[in-house]
């Protein structure tokens, strides 16, 4: 029950934001949701599942590019990013089948060259994509500064909430169990009649849909993507961590994780640009070696109990 | 004859990709553990070499040794005390914990060698060597015989001495080397001391083949990575193998397809391998 | 028709036969011992027959149809439940939700509420209700192997393949097992017991077969087995079978 609490507030919290007429703090609030869209998604295969994918950015990046070469065609922008989802899920499914018959770091591995095989492809087809020159997304000039900044925030947080219910729908289904299953024996499971290979498939396929959609409205908010951009490691690296932070396994923890990570990252670029990364970096270790169930377990590893996963 | 001169120039490349990969794919091997930190210490070695030239006038393949010393002890360290304590945990817990230490050496780089690139250039010369038609630069030609030359000495190692084969028998089989008195943690420290030792020395030669900065790290690791699938993980052998592969497809790939293509090419024959021979030629079925 | 139909079933590994050219069938109701040496390939054959791996040659057929390649899952559906030899229960749940999967998934008609609902009858079946609600990691290895069973059982099979069930089990615990496989026969289903222990194969089983280098070596009642000369030797080896036969 708490979990359903905490999101509320979530959603609610960042709804606020456009309130404070603040474009700045709507900038921040828009990635927030972005990222928390791509955490809750890496969720799906990666902590629920089991299989530790990096192929995030490689959704994104679809997303991004199917999504805004319909906008230069005109394509509505409702429209764009339905059709990037649509695509994605597809491309997952055909992509999943095949890799998701490796396990560990052969799968992370294997998704994380998706990502870079992507990126070649996309700077290779300069005639679809722009090539290494980039594409230009058509803005709608009518609207002003602020109209537009909401625009895109609502937008990223109505696909926030859709990912959120669809995430949390996913835990407490038939498909939840089977994936919670696979993910702590998948022999086992597979000896009482889970279809391994079905549900693996349907996570992955889930798990690149919200990500691909985020990338279209991302390509549309920005009105120019190149391929280092979108297929960028650590779009693929970051969502990892924010689940980290909150929990693997957690679909609010991931979104919460995702909050935090941002809000961080804000604080430190603008007091430490130049060490930025570095404390990231530190923040990553740390977590890793002392928290590795997420802050969530801060208050059992102060006392000196054992974290149950 | 141009056909004889991409070979040369594949194999070339080919050994110093071999010797890129070997000690990534030593710890890939034995420890489990997927070492992102492996192209930043390539990296680091060639700033190593770099700065030893210009101070001392120290030529690349003899800051090798002082670099492969020094990272050992580095490498050593950070096995014993950071990456140990997640050895026995998924998968995802050590490649997070390397990639946030990667994160950490990437901006100590930017910070003191900022990001543009420096090349190091000999002074004098050395030119370049013909044989017929075919023409090799001599600096390359070194670079690729100490590359194999180091990658050889890890061979043996590995064979010959009482710690490489403790090593490969922790690799073959943990259980039975713990029963045999052998001490895990220990040899995982060695190993990985050893892995970036290769690293950084790799780094020492490629400062005279490639332009150095520190996102050069990231096309180095992406190399180590095919070289291991390909070959196979954990075997010097195999990563010679996939190395010498990986160089004659490169360079015979951007012959007939144009270089923007070898990256893709690359890339798309590790997920081939991935998907259909996981295992690489030569390795045999090692950890998930 | 038989309803468990094995013919040439075999299996190499590179130039090796695991299995090799195994012909039998298993009726309803009977309680069959698989015994042979270490390596034999007995857990190789169960393997076999419910698609974990693929056959290299040979046929089995159940209940009259022919699988051709079926995975682990599709043989769940069946009917055909098996164990494993290392026990490897859903650790992060409690011992209703894994009784709860195996019924959610071998069947339809199940909600993950109702599951957990028809979970309890299952679970008290094999004396584990006292620990219903403990995560399975929390559980003694002779617990661990009832609630296997419990998952077996709730596949509602027509035939129970157990690996080693009473391996790590004291004399009270496995007694307790044999009888909660007999009343499981006694209800139709056949239990195939992989098993090293004499006793127990000797006590419950009605039919024994034997298994050595992946090949059928004998099969009939406990007490022809035990004075078949070709199992003898399997066992103990030549030497002592000359010996007995007073060479």
Redesign the interface.
Known sequence: MSKYIILGVVLVGLAAAPLTGDTYLMRMATLACMYAVMAASWNLIGGLTGYPSFGTAAFFGLGAYTSGILATLDVALPISIAVAGVVAFVVAAIIGFILLRLKGHYFAIATLACVELLREIANSATDLTGGGMGLNIPRNADLGIFAEASLFFFAMWGLLALTALVCLMVERSKIGFALACIRQAEGAAEMIGVNSTLYKTLAFALSGVFVAMAGGVYASWVHYIEPGDVFDILLTIKPVVMALIGGVGSTVGAIVGAIVYIAAEEVIWRNYLDFSSGIIGLTVVGLVLFLPHGLGSLHLRLRGKAVTP | MIFVQILVNGLVLGSLYACIAAGFSLVWGVLNVINLMHGSFIVLGAYLALGLYLSIGLAPWWSLAVAAVLFFGIGYLIQRFLINRVIAAPVLLSLTLTFGLDLIIQNAMLYFFKADYRSLKLDPALGSLAFGSVVVPVDRLIAMIFALLLTLALYIVLRKSRVGRAIVAVRVDQGAARLLGVNIPSIYAIAFGIGTAMAASAGTLLALTFPIAPVASYAFLGKAFVVCVLGGLGSVPGAVLGGLLLGLVETFGAYALGPEFAVMLSFGLLILFLVVRPQGILGRWGFE | MSMLELHGVSRSFGGLAAVDNVTTTFEPGRIVGLIGPNGAGKTTLVNLI?G?IPLSSGEVRFNGQSLKRI???H???LGM??T?QIV??????DVV?NVA??L????GGH??ASARAAALPIIERVGLTPSAHK?AAALTLAMRKRLELA?AI??RPKIVFLDEVNAGLNSAEIDQASRLIRELADEGITIVLIEHLMKVVMSICSRVIVLQQGRLIADGSPQDIARDPAVIEAYLGKKYLDKRQGQ
Do not use: E, W
């Open positions: 419910t974990v995975k682990p899952y043989a769940a559906h439940a098996r494993f490897q229960p859903f650790n992060q749940m939700d999967a195996a959610l998934f071998s069947q909600s993950p995560s998952k709730a596949i």
